[in-house]
Structures are given as structure tokens and as C-alpha cells.
């Protein structure tokens, strides 16, 4: 998906992701101890994510494409009084982020990136998530279903199965939701609901293992 999309949604504050909270799937997990060690937020948006795992303790890294997106995490940081870190970064080079650090993240959270991918850039974005996660780091992965009624990417079940191949475990892949606003017309007519409410999409959830090495987990 052409980049200049993100950036014209972010800077006219009409992008459909940003509720203005993290998404109920996020919280839960946060709840229930599935992010440790060093977190990658890829694709973190206006930083919720990032802000509510850095209040909580956590250390996390939202990293997003936009400059616009960054600057306004960061925005969010401040008036919420968290120590949050953001970083403006290519989510098919994740290497360039942490520039000779190597793989050094435990948890990754893609939460509405990986559906927005063609399948070259599919496989780039994977080769890209397996170079910055450490050998048992887990990515938990909310990606739009194509059960849903056509707002925005969506993928198959099967296109999350064949993209995480070799190298990765596939621990879990069930229905899940992801929540979005409704900011435009076109929203509020193929949604049949009122601008400015908030409406719950079919997604997939996933949580995928990076294996030790390309073959098995020893």
C-alpha cells in the first residue's frame, strides 16, 4: 500500500484505525502476561499500544513509517505522562532500525499491519520480523479477516498460515475483532452505522513463535 496514504490520513486526522484508546484484543493480552522482554509496536500508529505497555512497565519500541504518525505518539505520550519511545522506521527493513544490534525483540505486536501487504512485500515484512526477533520471541498478530464487509485490507486465515512457513511456529490462529472508527460517509454507509461511532470488524488473531532455527525448535 502506497505509504502517502497513512500520512494523508494521519494528517487529516481521518484515519479509521485511530480510536483514540488500544484496541480491546491488545489490553487483554496485556492483561494476561503475553508481552515480556524487549517489545517491538510495529506499525504503532498514534502510539496506544505503546503507551499503554510503557505505563504498565513494559519495554517497548513503537516504531511506524509515518513521520506524521510518530510525531503525533509522541503527542500522546506527553499529555498522557508516559515515558514512551518511538521511532520512525521501514517495516520491510527492521534492521535499520537498531542498526547492528541484531535480533534483540522477545514480543512483537502487529496490530493491522501484516493484512496491508501485497505477497511480495508479505514475505519481505516476515524476513524483516525474523532478523529483529530473538530465537523464542513470540509475535502476536490482528490482522482484518476477510469475513468482514470489505473496510480496508483484509486477509485469509490461509495467508496467515502460508506466510509464517518455515522458522516460525504457528501457535494459535482464531476469529478475533479489531475496532475502528467511523469517520467518512463511505464509512457510515457500508458500515450502516453513524459517524463517530466505533464498530467491531472481523479479524484474525494470531500468536506466532520465531523458532530457533529454520526447520524446529531446538
Keep these: 500500500m502506497d505509504g502517502t496514504v497513512f500520512d494523508e490520513a494521519y494528517a487529516a486526522r481521518s484515519a479509521p484505525w485511530v480510536i483514540g484508546r488500544p484496541q480491546p484484543v491488545v489490553v487483554e493480552l496485556a492483561r494476561a502476561g503475553r508481552f ?23 519495554d517497548v519500541l513503537g516504531v511506524d513509517g509515518s513521520t506524521g504518525a510518530i510525531e503525533q505518539a509522541r503527542a500522546v505520550a506527553a499529555e498522557r505522562g508516559v515515558n514512551a ?12 532500525v537498531d542498526a547492528g544490534s541484531g535480533p534483540r525483540y522477545d514480543t512483537v505486536l502487529d496490530s493491522a499491519l501484516f493484512h496491508v501487504f501485497d505477497a511480495d512485500d508479505r514475505a519481505r515484512y516476515v524476513r524483516s520480523l525474523r532478523g529483529a526477533c530473538r530465537p523464542g520471541a513470540v509475535v502476536h498478530l490482528l490482522a482484518l479477516s476477510d469475513a468482514g464487509p470489505g473496510f480496508g485490507p483484509q486477509v485469509s486465515d490461509v495467508t496467515i498460515r502460508e506466510a509464517f512457513g518455515a522458522g516460525w511456529r504457528l501457535e494459535s490462529l482464531v476469529p478475533s475483532s479489531y475496532r475502528v472508527a467511523v469517520l467518512r460517509p463511505e464509512h457510515a454507509a457500508l458500515l450502516r452505522r453513524p459517524i463517530g461511532d466505533l464498530v467491531d470488524l472481523p479479524a484474525w488473531q494470531a500468536r506466532i513463535r520465531r523458532l530457533w532455527t529454520e526447520h524446529a525448535d531446538f
Design 36 to 58: 515480556a522482554g524487549a517489545i517491538l509496536d510495529i506499525g504503532c500508529g498514534t502510539g496506544e499500544h505503546t503507551v499503554h505497555l510503557a505505563a504498565l512497565g513494559h
Design 85 to 96: 519511545r518511538f521511532a520512525r522506521g521501514d517495516a520491510l527493513d527492521l534492521g535499520s
